[in-house]
């Protein structure tokens, strides 16, 4: 089992930046990627990047040029740095891993204000 715990969310103005990040504890041996989906009230949850362990990264292309999710392996624990926010980034952000199944963490909430 895996287990993630996510911080970071909070409230910003349109242009202001927020990190969130995610530590892994458990069988932490066992994650292939990990990343970020959001989910924005009335719509579907949606991939916001994800990172391999060998640093390879995807972006949704919402967020391209914007957001950068990093990695520190030692600590087992992912990072977005999120840019020049807008509203329609406002969402739940959950963070998830992969390895025999997917893993989620509880979500943080990212308000983005006009």
């Known amino acids: 089992q895996v287990q993630l715990v996510e911080s970071g969310g909070g409230l910003v103005q349109a242009g202001g930046s927020l990190r969130l990040s995610c530590a892994a504890s458990?069988?932490?041996?066992?994650?292939?990627?990990m990343g970020w989906y959001r989910q924005a009230p009335g719509k579907q949850r949606e991939l916001v990047a994800r990172?391999?362990?060998?640093?390879?990264?995807t972006y949704g292309d919402s967020v391209k040029g914007r957001f950068t999710i990093s990695r520190d392996n030692a600590k087992n624990t992912v990072y977005l740095q999120m840019n020049s926010l807008k509203p329609e980034d406002t969402g739940v952000y959950y963070c998830?891993?992969?390895?025999?199944?997917?893993?989620w963490g509880q979500g943080t909430q990212v308000t983005v204000s006009s």
């Open positions: 998830f891993a992969t390895g025999p199944r997917v893993y």
């Open positions: 458990g069988s932490t041996f066992s994650i292939n990627y």
């Open positions: 990172i391999m362990t060998d640093g390879s990264t």
